[in-house]
């Protein structure tokens, strides 16, 4: 088993390019859930998602989009860079029950 | 608003020694409440999770315990490891709305934990 991988896990873009944060779990878990995490502040939920075809907005969830196509992918698109998304992206995962499990972290830097 | 704060921000200890990590949260309502351990440049890591009636958890020399009436926790950990060293963080989750279970999860900033030999 693999968990909730995620790709790729640097990245730098320039203000105004647009980028896919990829995110696959092999868990079967309905639910997933994208996360940012500034340093030195919680992480902040910014879409999730309860099933294939279903998305729901977080906390932040301005200049991002979701898609949920299958119950395995759960893509984060940006589409025009901004400084203030610099931060680390953290995909979860979770069947229906309390336990998440986290995917490695893709840091993002836009300049 | 629901909030989770954690204290101290960082803790320096020697190794073998135990500390103990504070979490006070003002969610409402409340599923469950979870520990995680972060390794620097890793994802969250699980170590225990809590639902309302349950007071205490163990997970090896780690033990949270939970007063849902004070809506306060904490995590001891018991004669600490160099690899012990990471940020330590508070999460609770409260309801979406349908499921009482999977919920949306309210992250504190953590507590970041240096062991020292």
């Known amino acids: 088993n693999a968990g909730v991988t995620q790709t790729p896990k640097f990245r730098i873009l320039k203000i105004g390019q647009s980028m896919t944060l990829q995110c696959a779990q092999d868990m079967n878990h309905n639910y997933m859930y994208w996360y940012r995490q500034d340093p030195g502040m919680g992480l902040k939920l910014i879409y999730y998602?309860?099933?294939?075809?279903?998305?729901d907005k977080g906390e932040v969830p301005n200049g991002y989009n979701v898609s949920r196509s299958t119950t395995e992918d759960f893509p984060l698109r940006l589409e025009l860079a901004a400084p203030s998304q610099t931060s680390v992206y953290f995909c979860a995962s979770s069947r229906e029950g309390p336990r998440a499990f986290f995917g490695q972290g893709t840091r993002l830097t836009v300049v | 608003k629901n909030q989770v704060e954690q204290s101290p921000q960082s803790l320096i200890i020697l190794e073998g020694k135990n500390c103990t990590l504070q979490c006070n949260y003002t969610v409402s309502p409340f599923s469950n409440l979870r520990w995680y351990k972060q390794d620097t440049g890793r994802g969250p890591v699980s170590l225990t999770i809590m639902t309302f009636s349950e007071n205490t958890k163990s997970n090896g020399r780690y033990t949270a315990t939970l007063d849902a009436d004070t809506k306060q926790s904490s995590l001891h950990i018991t004669a600490s490891q160099l690899s012990d060293s990471a940020s330590y963080i508070c999460v609770v989750s409260a309801p979406f709305g349908g499921s009482s279970n999977t919920g949306k999860l309210i992250f504190g900033q953590g507590t970041t934990l240096q062991v020292k030999p």
């Open positions: 998602s309860v099933g294939a075809g279903i998305t």
